[in-house]
């Protein structure tokens, strides 16, 4: 009886030192590869870094600019404008963060832009092209207002399906070089790839100015310029897919802070 307890003793002990062996190398939490997150700001070159860092150098600031031009605009036809119904830019302090956002009555995501465009529509105008200077001028005025904060998605009942998706897709091996996400953006993180440091590929310092193409760019242009470069057929910007991939990248980056507008490479 004596033996007995002791050996069930033995085998209380080995399964908390195994227990705390998980726990330490983190294998029993959801995220195994997950370090740190850490901005792409950190792998910027230190001239890209500068321009972000003064808002008289970053290019992306005239869009800013550009987008509270916008935002003030009245259109003739109902003498309407932004502004009218939401009154001051500083009241969309806040909301960026929650794009990726379900739409009820879709019962999908949208992203910001999306919902500019749906006010758009409400104001009987005609929507912004995905990539037009107005749409990501609104969309760059709007996410600088968050400039600072805190991503803290969480999962929740209802987008859970929408974040499964994202995953799968970062994790989904696709192209002629069968590359994932995860395999440049976790495996090969502070490695060069075509004289570029490559990061973690977080979404905070989005929407984005890229030196390359001297203008603002959305989540879904990166995304889509990655896709292509891995010579993989890109989804459509706006797609369920990107919004989820989106839904993913930002839980992903909980804890950084809002940058937009970035300036990348
Ligand atoms: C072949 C490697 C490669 C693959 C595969 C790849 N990317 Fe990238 N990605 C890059 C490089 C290089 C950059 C530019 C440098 C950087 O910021 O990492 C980049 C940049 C990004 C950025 C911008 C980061 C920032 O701070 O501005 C995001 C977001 C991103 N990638 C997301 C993705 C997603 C999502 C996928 C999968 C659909 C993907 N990437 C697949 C190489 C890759
Ligand atoms: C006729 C009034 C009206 C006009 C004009 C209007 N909106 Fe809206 N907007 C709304 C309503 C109503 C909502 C929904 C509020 C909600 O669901 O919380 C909304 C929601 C939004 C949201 C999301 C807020 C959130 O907390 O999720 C953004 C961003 C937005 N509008 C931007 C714009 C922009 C940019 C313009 C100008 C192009 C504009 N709106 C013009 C009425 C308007």
Not at 92 to 114: A, D, W
Not at 195 to 206: C, L, M
């Amino acid at each position: 009886m004596q033996f007995k307890l002791v050996t069930f003793k033995n085998i209380r002990l080995e399964i908390l030192f195994f227990l705390i062996y998980c726990f330490s190398f983190n294998l029993l939490s959801e995220n195994t590869s997950k370090e740190k997150a850490l901005s792409g700001y950190n792998f910027a070159e230190p001239s890209t870094r500068n321009m972000q860092d003064d808002d008289f150098l970053n290019p992306g600031i005239l869009w800013v600019e550009n987008g509270l031009a916008l935002w003030k605009k009245k259109y003739d036809s109902e003498n309407e404008s932004c502004f009218s119904c939401h009154g001051n830019i500083s009241e969309m302090k806040g909301v960026s963060i929650k794009y990726p956002k379900l739409l009820e009555s879709r019962k999908k995501l949208i992203n910001l832009e999306q919902r500019i465009n749906i006010c758009r529509k409400k104001m009987k105008l005609s929507e912004f092209d995905s990539d037009s200077r107005e749409l990501l001028s609104l969309s760059t005025l709007i996410s600088y207002q968050s400039r600072g904060l805190t991503y803290n998605y969480k999962v929740t009942e209802k987008n859970k399906k929408w974040y499964d998706l994202g995953k799968k897709l970062y994790f989904k091996k696709i192209g002629l070089m069968g590359l994932s996400c995860n395999q440049c953006h976790d495996d090969r993180v502070g490695l060069s790839l075509r004289a570029e440091k490559v990061s973690q590929g977080h979404i905070n310092g989005f929407p984005s100015y890229l030196l390359r193409w001297s203008k603002v760019v959305s989540v879904h242009e990166r995304i889509k310029f990655c896709n292509e470069q891995a010579i993989a057929v890109p989804h459509e910007i706006n797609s369920d897919e990107y919004n989820a991939l989106q839904l993913y990248l930002s839980i992903r980056g909980n804890g950084l802070e809002v940058e937009s507008p970035a300036v990348r490479k």
